[in-house]
């Protein structure tokens, strides 16, 4: 019974869930839609989620262009949000982020100033947040495209393709 109990303990600290704990972030609930869309769907193997702005309790954490009106810092923790409510959205498909097999593609969206050009670093947050939750299997494909509007105003938006078992 021992090595079945370090067994299960090691694989709940593996856990995706686990992790953003141990990282201090929370999965917030999957939202609710506010058009005529769905937040994620599953095709087959595959969960696309619809772009996912920055919001937390109702409120939109970052907005405006980067890097006039949002810091690149700023930006970077907005980007963490917005993969915290892509999370949420998978998760409510595919019913546990234990099932993610792998992270696919993230396409990353920045609200930008006329000649901002540095949306990879902003990208790298959330591309960063994958790796250190899926380890190998969070290595992905990924687009950083700058933007001179994005919904609500939000200084970032990002939209994910996940593999699921």
């Known amino acids: ?5 370090a067994a299960s303990n090691q694989s709940q600290a593996n856990h995706p869930e686990a992790k953003l704990a141990a990282l ?7 939202s ?3 058009a005529a869309y769905i937040p994620a769907k599953r095709v087959g193997n595959l969960i696309y989620t619809a772009g996912q702005i920055p919001m937390r309790s109702g409120t939109l954490l970052a ?11 700023q930006a970077r923790e907005a980007a963490v949000q917005c993969t915290l409510n892509a999370l949420a959205a998978i ?14 593609k993230l396409d990353v969206f920045v609200l930008s100033d006329d000649g901002f050009t540095e949306q990879p670093k902003v990208a790298n947050a959330a591309s960063e947040l994958m790796i250190a939750i899926f380890g190998e ?10 933007t001179n509007a994005l919904p609500l105003g939000a200084s970032v938006e990002i939209a994910f393709v996940v593999e699921v078992g």
């Open 63 to 73: 907005t405006g262009a980067v890097p006039s009106k949002t810091s690149i810092e």
């Open 32 to 34: 609710i839609p506010v």
């Open 1 to 5: 019974m021992p090595n079945e109990t």
């Open 24 to 30: 201090g972030l929370e999965l917030p609930a999957a």
């Open 137 to 146: 299997a969070g290595k992905h494909a990924r687009a950083a495209v700058g």
């Open 91 to 104: 998760k409510a498909v595919a019913g546990d982020l234990a099932n993610v097999k792998q992270i696919v």
